[in-house]
């Protein structure tokens, strides 16, 4: 016979489970301040809203960088105890996801209620490594495979129950010891596991990586918004040494670098067979602060006899992209503002003195407008060539009052270092890195037929 606790237990549960309205949904899109993100933003707001018409009630929706803006907004953390005092009496549900993330409402609200938010559970798409990669440490090196942790472009939904732990503990300045934000998903997913005494991410099939009829929720893959950017109006700038003039330079000119009209390869050796330019610094082992700033300097002043150069790129020599793929990016952006656009990581980003940098080998964006403001005199001077660049650059554009513009297009590692899953959309604009790869295979995987499309190889302009 069942006992009578038992059964209240049952009625209680199902009781829980069919009072939750949308209204007890807080969805929080981790959105920017940038007028192209910003947009779609509000534009899944909007949408979120309107298909809210006809249920009982509407999910409260946040712009994370408006409602809860700190440095480290993007890294999810920092504002659950915000959320957890705003929220605690009228929610059940917080659910996180990027401002690409398309949400199906209803059936959202549908595999929600599968689930009961006084327990502490919390739901996503799970990933997990096939091998250890430097973007998470080479956390789990004995078997990567064991650890999950959510695709937050799919969406997360984090339990009532759970937040309030969550929020305890970041009081209690229980917070990950790392300096550095980099994947948010899976940082997020170390502090909730807490070494094995904390919960595991619950696999949703309904949050998937890709549009299907059954998902709740998934990332919409990249759409330009206009007609990609001329070639003409972007300088690319190689980074190399001596030491790499045979082994890596060559790579670079047999795959991307014949669709660029405008490249220079910038050397600390002048050497006519590629050609390089020598800025008079030194190489350095490590951090080359001192070569890229003689660099944007090297560009303005081309920009006074060639204004139609409204965008840069800077790359390592080992930096994998597809030319035609920053096309169609920069279509969205204005060159005019003051634009850094790369893939964004975060230094000390759970305090206020903390600040955001893009990562230099998936390649640096910058607007002309922007790189004019960057080499003022003054403005910009590096404690030693040997600063690490794309950290030095960071705090610098942050002082001119300039916020990192993120995409997750832009890849510091090799696609090895991903997950299948993550990389499903197929609209990639960089990778990096040689090692332990064919890169031309990778050039050619991913980049070549698209850029193979222009209508002309582009003979390289004189600069």
Not at 81 to 104: A, C, G, M
Not at 132 to 161: E, L, M, Q, R, W
Not at 347 to 366: K, L, Q, W
Request: charged share 25%.
């Amino acid at each position: 016979m069942v006992k009578m606790e038992t059964i209240v237990i049952i009625l209680l549960f199902f009781a829980t489970v069919r009072g939750l309205g949308i209204k007890d949904v807080v969805v929080v899109v981790l959105s920017q301040q940038n007028g192209h993100h910003l947009r779609i933003a509000e534009n899944l707001k909007k949408d979120l809203l309107e298909q809210a018409d006809g249920l009982q009630g509407k999910p409260v929706v946040h712009l994370s960088h408006r409602d809860f803006p700190h440095v480290g907004d993007w890294t999810i953390l920092p504002l659950i105890p915000q959320l957890y005092d705003l929220h605690k009496d009228n929610s059940s549900w917080l659910v996180f996801v990027e401002d690409r993330t398309r949400i199906r409402l209803k059936k959202l609200h549908k595999v929600l209620q599968k689930y009961d938010p006084n327990k502490p559970v919390w739901l996503g798409h799970a990933l997990h490594d096939t091998e250890p990669t430097i973007i998470h440490h080479y956390a789990f090196y004995d078997d990567p495979k064991k650890f999950k942790y959510p695709n937050v472009a799919s969406g997360t939904a984090i339990s009532g129950a759970l937040l309030q732990r969550l929020a305890a503990r970041l009081r209690q300045r229980d917070a990950p010891r790392s300096d550095f934000g980099i994947d948010n998903g899976h940082e997020l997913a170390l502090f909730v596991w807490d070494k094995g005494v904390g919960e595991v991410l619950t696999d949703e099939p309904a949050l998937c990586v890709q549009e299907e009829d059954f998902c709740a929720a998934f990332p919409a893959p990249f759409r330009q918004c206009g007609e990609p950017v001329e070639n003409e109006s972007i300088f690319f700038a190689v980074k190399t040494c001596g030491k790499y003039h045979e082994e890596r330079v060559p790579v670079v000119k047999r795959t991307w670098a014949r669709h660029a009209t405008r490249i220079q390869f910038f050397s600390d050796v002048e050497d006519g067979t590629i050609p390089t330019v020598d800025l008079g610094v030194p190489n350095t082992e490590r951090g080359h602060c001192g070569k890229t700033m003689a660099i944007l300097h090297h560009i303005k002043k081309k920009l006074k006899d060639q204004p139609d150069i409204k965008w840069v790129v800077v790359a390592d020599d080992d930096t994998i992209l597809g030319v035609s793929r920053v096309q169609k990016l920069l279509s969205c952006y204005n060159s005019t503002e003051s634009v850094a656009l790369g893939e964004r990581y975060g230094y000390n980003v759970r305090s206020p003195e903390g600040y955001n940098y893009i990562t230099g080998g998936g390649g640096m964006v910058f607007s002309g407008a922007l790189l004019k403001q960057l080499t003022r005199p003054g403005v910009c001077k590096c404690p030693s060539i040997s600063a690490p660049d794309d950290m030095f650059l960071g705090l610098c554009i942050a002082s001119l009052g300039v916020t990192i513009t993120h995409s997750p297009l832009f890849h510091q590692a090799r696609p090895v270092d991903y997950p299948p899953q993550y990389l499903q959309t197929k609209d990639a604009v960089s990778f990096h890195k040689h090692w332990m790869i064919d890169p031309e295979s990778v050039y050619d995987q991913w980049f070549a037929q698209e850029d193979a499309q222009q209508s002309t190889i582009y003979t390289h302009s004189e600069l």
